[in-house]
């Protein structure tokens, strides 16, 4: 076989390579590196409100998780209860539960992120 025909089955090859595997063009790599720093510099900001000795920029996130718990509270243990004494004292109020539809997420997010001070801890690099 001579050379000319390598080269041709040399181009087939590469052809079909890229075809099954492409390479990320430039542009997808530009965009995921502009991804990369947006989601950088929103952590720089978390980072600088957290650290922020006012109570109405760093306590924000402390008080969602204050408000979702204490709807959980309330719908789960301060309604059954209330219930209770009110059905003891015969009087009659409809109380029904709140809808956590919306609450819900918010703090199974915060829950599982929380899940990463757990990890800084057992890594000894929690702040004290």
């Not at 995921?32 to 950088?40: D, E, G, K, L």
């Not at 109020?93 to 990890?119: F, K, N």
């Amino acid at each position: 076989m001579d050379i000319t025909g390598l080269g041709a089955v040399s181009d087939l090859a590469s052809t079909v390579i890229n075809k099954i595997w492409p390479d990320k063009s430039e542009a997808e790599k530009q965009q995921i590196a502009a991804a990369v720093m947006v989601v950088q510099g929103q952590l720089d900001i978390n980072k600088a409100e957290a650290a922020n000795p006012s109570v109405f920029v760093s306590g924000w996130r402390p008080f969602i998780g204050w408000v979702c718990g204490s709807a959980c509270a309330w719908n789960w243990i301060g309604i059954p209860v209330v219930k209770v004494l009110l059905a003891f004292f015969s009087v009659s109020l409809v109380v029904s539960q709140a809808d956590l539809t919306e609450m819900l997420p918010i703090l199974m997010g915060m829950l599982g992120l929380g899940g990463l001070r757990t990890i800084e801890k057992m890594n000894n690099v929690a702040a004290k």
